[in-house]
């Protein structure tokens, strides 16, 4: 399997980015709730993407396939709707595992299903690696188990990967900002009702601001440009599974930032995420 270090670079930027969203939530003023945010966050990051791409070619809308960009949209929305009631139930550790942690095993079925092209033997050491890392970060905290969050943090990581799947073919005849400004409008447009009749007061605040345009316009807009252009060049499960880089951040910014302890086992864990993502792009590495 031929990877290119510039696709693997750019994903792992992406994840790094959206690693900050957790951070980003806990800082929030008292008031919001999760379901706000994740709606507030693709209404400005699909908004920031459209005026980004017709600035930059509008064009390009002309050559978009609204089914795939429409499904792709509804997956996006399930992903926030599934992972932010999954971890409501299940607590963030145990459903940030399960939701990151399932999305590369459900990339390299669907990939071997629809592309016809199984995972390389590099990719199942490293992901294995990846999700082990996962489970130690899980384990090193508090564990609360409800069956209902498993099943729909698993939901969510299953959305990720077929969100993924849907933008990969429209990156073969569209550009990336174009194809991440589509799905994200649809799935902004899908979550819109939850803001209907809600205080969104404390977005008023100078914090609350802060928080939502990072969110939208690093965390979202920016974040998937990048990963579409590393998706553009890269296969869906080696994205996938370099996308870990996410909980790996989150872990060092919970560290750095939110007073957050890490046992030796949240670090061993770290550590395996990270041995993961460098088996996977090393290949491209030595090729320069």
């Not at 980003?24 to 709730?33: D, I, R, V």
Request: hydrophobic content about 55%.
């Amino acid at each position: 399997m031929n990877v290119s270090l510039g696709g693997c670079l750019f994903v792992i930027a992406a994840a790094v980015l959206w690693g900050t969203t957790g951070t980003s939530q806990a800082l929030a003023p008292p008031g919001s709730t999760p379901q706000e945010i994740g709606a507030l966050r693709l209404l400005i990051g699909g908004a920031a993407l459209a005026c980004y791409t017709l600035l930059k070619n509008r064009h390009t809308f002309k050559h978009i396939s609204v089914l795939q960009a429409l499904a792709g949209g509804v997956f996006v929305a399930t992903y926030q709707l599934c992972f932010f009631w999954g971890v409501s139930l299940t607590g963030v550790a145990v459903g940030t595992m399960v939701g990151i942690g399932s999305s590369p095993v459900f990339a390299g079925i669907l990939a071997g299903i629809f592309f016809r092209k199984p995972p390389s033997g590099r990719w199942y050491l490293s992901t294995s690696l990846a999700l082990a890392g996962c489970l130690f970060l899980t384990l090193s905290g508090s564990i609360k188990i409800n069956v209902l969050g498993i099943i729909l943090a698993a939901g969510a990581g299953m959305s990720y990967a077929v969100y993924t799947l849907f933008m990969k073919k429209m990156l073969d005849s569209t550009p990336a900002e174009t194809v991440a400004a589509t799905v994200f409008c649809f799935g902004a447009l899908f979550l819109s009702p939850l803001l209907a009749g809600v205080d969104l007061s404390w977005v008023t605040t100078p914090r609350g601001l802060l928080v939502i345009v990072h969110l939208g316009l690093f965390a979202t807009a920016l974040s998937y440009i990048l990963f579409c252009k590393g998706l553009r060049i890269i296969p869906v499960p080696t994205a996938v599974t370099l996308s870990l880089a996410e909980p790996l951040t989150a872990g060092f910014l919970g560290v750095l930032l939110l007073g957050e302890e890490l046992s030796g086992r949240g670090w061993s864990g770290m550590l395996f995420i990270l041995a993961g993502l460098v088996i996977l792009a090393w290949p491209a590495a030595k090729r320069l």
